[in-house]
């Protein structure tokens, strides 16, 4: 093939100087011009970064060609394939992830500092709602109750061998508390269930029933610590074995009882209600119905809590992790979460944000993952381990950058007086 410009090249020359492109090789030589990216590849390029909020950074194309919109930049970006360019462009909300998922970008130091960049630009431009509004009604997943067992299944029966790599003694997969920056997850993760028991004002001899319960730690603590009996319900047949297995271990079986089952099927009274970290899963759809069920359970005396992601304003979860890692997960605004309570009278007596908890608990999380990644990738492939890699270290980005809140919610029917007038009792 001829050295010399094609007629197409010398078009997209002419046109990237009118476009005004801050484009520069990478000092790579170009033996033929099939791999050479195009002025208007370049020129999309400068467009998408616009889009996003014109972040610091700079993406280098797979011919050495450099594309920045700022003289200082704070990470760079490579892009090995002009097919991984073509789909990001097409679709950058779910193909920048997939893309990295692939090995098609490589990205230079901190992959949660880039992530941060580009969420806080993000978060700096004109917001539109007619998008939001259409990204809403794309995403609508199935939470049937069938719908609900496969999506548990895809996240959290991946194996309780791969979890113990990276989450607490305990296997908590929720926001832990930390009293001081300087304490460990196992410090913060306990310090979470003992804040919750305190919100709850938990005594002797009350029967509390917890819809969610995970690997089933707080159930435990609650019974150990508080003298209560739990029924705790979940849907995940490798938490539950675990969960039943450490009750036995420590004597705590005549104490909490784990039932398979959703909980749309939770029956019984109780004098606290607690669910932690799924309401993300249940759907707004059936707020009401959630709500109805707790009402139905809780003594007039009663009160309940409700632990769960949030947003700022209505919004689907991002295309790829709801894809990819949360299937049919969609975490509720505040306007959205009030449909469990307003309808149900149920009052509402505290609301907290612990939004800088999990930015931190993440961290941990992260770090933790890292150092076992050589295993996850034996377990697994490698595919899996950046797969993972890029949803925590997004889920970072999230909290730290305030796209994403962690509620608490106390709550109680109006025929109840247990909770005290003031919040000593929350921070002894």
Known sequence: MSSENTPLEIVNDSVSKKMGLTAETNGVHQHTTSKVSTAFERWLIQKLLKSIGDPQLAVELWDGQIIRRHDNEMHRIRITKRSSLWKIILSPDFEFAERYVKGEIQIENSLTELLEILFQAWRDRESDSKFEKLLTRLSKRSRSLTAARDN???????????????LDEQML????????????????????MDYICRKLCLRPGDRVIEAGCGWGALAMHMARHYGVSVIAYNISPEQLSFARSQARRTGLSQKVSFIEDDWRNIRGDCDAFVSVGMLEHV?????????????????????????SIGVNWQRPLD????????PGAQPPSLKQAMELFEPNELNVFDIENLQSHYALTLRHWLDRFEQSAETVRQMFD??????????????????????????????????SHSLPSTRNHIYK
């Open 382 to 415: 490698e595919e899996f381990v950046r797969m993972w890699r890029f949803y925590l270290s997004s889920s970072i980005a999230v909290f730290q950058t305030g796209w994403l809140q962690l509620y608490q919610i106390l709550f109680a029917p109006p025929t």
């Open 173 to 192: 997969y929720t926001c832990a508390y930390f009293e001081s920056p300087e304490a460990s997850l196992e410090e913060a993760q306990i310090a979470k």
């Open 152 to 166: 548990v299944h895809q996240h959290y029966d991946l194996g309780n061998d791969f979890y113990r790599l990276w």
């Open 319 to 326: 295309r790829w992790t709801a894809c990819k890692i949360f």
């Open 283 to 307: 759907g707004p759809e059936n707020y009401q119905k959630f709500g109805q069920i707790i009402r139905d359970s809780l003594t007039p005396h009663g009160r309940g809590l409700i632990h």
